[in-house]
């Protein structure tokens, strides 16, 4: 019997894709030079220079301040605009601080969070930066719902990893078998789940091609499996 429900936060109570589209969006307001690009357009190349230099960070051929001046160096040098590197920190800067205003849910996060706080014990499992994510929890109003926040920069474990499940576990004084895990990410979420001796719901709203019996597309598909 399930009576513990522990939850990813980034893409799956939180709607990040929406978040930076209307934030690079808000940043391109700033500056006149961008009046006659689309919204769209500018959207565009800042995820498609954001994924090609995170690739570069993720195979450690840059360091995380050189991600974020290569982003902001990239943005602009795309409509020919040459940025120094201390232009391009402060830049990243006001990008960061327009993002945080733009965190956002999914639409239908509050309302099942509400209707399960009742009836489970509901905890938060994130990988990330503590102060951060514990920001963007606040932010959104989510701390009245969770008995526990785990993030994995406080605890010194990140998920797939089965300790971080245990300590879920531990905090609600409960067996993994009376737990369930939602997420976004397969090998992440799921399988780390999985191996911990839970169980494990996977939101798939890209509507991936992937055999898992237990899965949804929307949160408010969950009961379904509660
Ligand atoms: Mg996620």
């Known amino acids: 019997m399930i009576k513990a429900i522990f939850f990813d936060l980034d893409d799956t109570l939180v ?3 929406k978040a930076e589209y209307n934030a690079i969006c808000d940043f391109k307001k700033l500056y006149s030079e961008f009046d006659k690009i689309k919204d769209i357009d500018f959207a565009n190349v800042w995820n498609k220079i954001t994924i090609e230099i995170y690739e570069e960070y993720h195979s450690g051929k840059i360091s995380f301040e050189e991600l974020r001046i290569g982003r902001m160096k990239g943005l602009f040098s795309n409509y020919s605009i040459n ?16 993002y945080e205003k733009n965190w956002i849910l999914f639409d239908d996060a509050k309302e099942v969070l509400e209707h399960l706080k009742n009836k489970y014990k509901l905890v938060i499992i994130s990988n990330g930066d503590g102060k951060w994510q514990r920001k963007k929890i606040e932010h959104m109003g989510l701390n009245k719902y969770f008995s526990d926040i785990i993030i ?5 474990y990140s998920k797939p990893e089965k300790e971080i499940f245990d300590i879920a576990c531990k905090m609600v004084d409960l067996k993994p078998a009376n737990c369930v895990m939602i997420g976004d ?9 999985l191996n911990a001796g839970m169980q ?8 991936e091609k992937l055999s898992y019996e237990y899965q949804i ?10």
């Not at 597309?217 to 509660?226: D, H, I, Q, V």
Request: aromatic letters at 8%.
């Open 152 to 156: 994995s920069s406080e605890v010194g």
């Open 200 to 207: 494990a719901i996977w939101v798939n709203r890209k509507k």
């Open 185 to 193: 990410k397969l090998k992440v979420d799921i399988q780390g789940a």
């Open 217 to 226: 597309k929307e949160l408010n598909e969950l009961t379904k499996y509660l």
């Open 15 to 17: 709607n990040s894709k």
């Open 83 to 98: 940025i120094s590197d201390e232009e391009a920190e402060q830049k990243f800067k006001d990008y960061k601080s327009i």
